[in-house]
């Protein structure tokens, strides 16, 4: 009863000339595959100076495609240069945002605590978090790669009620699977994913757990996605490079 979500994360690609064909190219090759909505949900990602376009044509045309940011800040609004506050955010009529990716955590010092305060910042503002973790190669090396993510987990959704988890979106991202063509199996991705879910329902309860939507991202392609989606705990793709090709993307929304 899940619904699967493709999501597209565009990460630092595409200025808004080039998002304005990207999504259109979408909208139309999702028609052309035939894409339903009930499916799977189709969701993209950009950086925050295309959302105000991609939402233009999105509204304007009406696709069938949600979209969202790709962080959000932790405060309200005032003297913070350079962040984007959560009422920006809805207001564009984002309805997700992605927090603590990787790359955000790495390169930007992002602790489970920021994690968290900005999860929280985005249910307040209406919108749906989808928040990411995963172990680096070393970790996994050590064999401890799903103590280290249910850790992560644990830590990120503290403080936030049953019934808020029951709707938001977790990426299971192993860092050694990301932009390096590497995929996790799909046996790798079910056992995180599993996991995942497990602690979920112990935090909080069996429908809770049955109800948090968990996806697999690192290097998902058309080629790979059907056997990761068949999983029964991966309910969806956080997608980077595949993410920028309108044929690619598509393909992988409708992996059905
Ligand atoms: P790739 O699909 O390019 O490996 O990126 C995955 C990712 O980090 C999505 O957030």
């Known amino acids: 009863s899940r619904t699967p979500i493709m999501a597209g994360n565009w990460k630092m690609n595409l200025d808004h000339v080039a998002a304005t064909s990207l999504v259109q190219d979408l909208g139309e090759a999702l028609k052309a595959a035939g894409y339903d909505s009930a499916k799977s949900e189709a969701v993209v990602i950009p950086p925050f100076t295309d959302i ?45 945002v992605v927090v603590g990716h990787s790359e955000r955590r790495e390169y930007h010092s992002e602790s489970d605590e ?18 990411c973790c995963g172990e680096a190669l070393e970790v996994r090396k050590a064999g401890k790669h799903v103590e280290h993510t249910v850790g992560q987990i644990k ?7 049953a019934e808020q988890v029951a709707k938001l979106v977790i990426a299971y ?29 112990e935090l909080y309860d069996a429908p809770t757990a049955e109800a948090v ?8 392609k058309p080629a790979n996605v059907a056997e990761i989606m068949a999983k029964p705990d991966v309910d969806g793709a956080l997608v980077g490079g595949a993410s920028l090709k309108a044929g690619d993307f598509s393909k992988i929304v409708t992996f059905y």
């Open 155 to 161: 830590a990120d959704l503290d403080g936030i009620p």
């Open 52 to 96: 105000r376009t991609v939402a233009t044509i999105i509204d304007g045309d009406k696709l069938p495609i949600a979209y969202g940011a790709q962080d959000i800040s932790a405060h309200d609004d005032g003297a913070y240069t350079g962040e984007v506050s959560g009422t920006m955010l809805s207001k564009l009529g984002c309805s997700y």
């Open 173 to 201: 991202e192993p860092i050694w699977a990301i932009g390096t063509g590497e995929t996790a199996t799909a046996d790798d991705a079910q056992e995180v994913c599993q996991a995942i879910r497990e602690a979920v329902k």
């Open 114 to 131: 920021l994690v968290n305060a900005k999860a929280k910042k985005a249910i307040e503002n209406g919108m749906t978090p989808i928040i």
């Open 213 to 220: 939507r968990i996806q697999y991202g690192g290097s998902v």
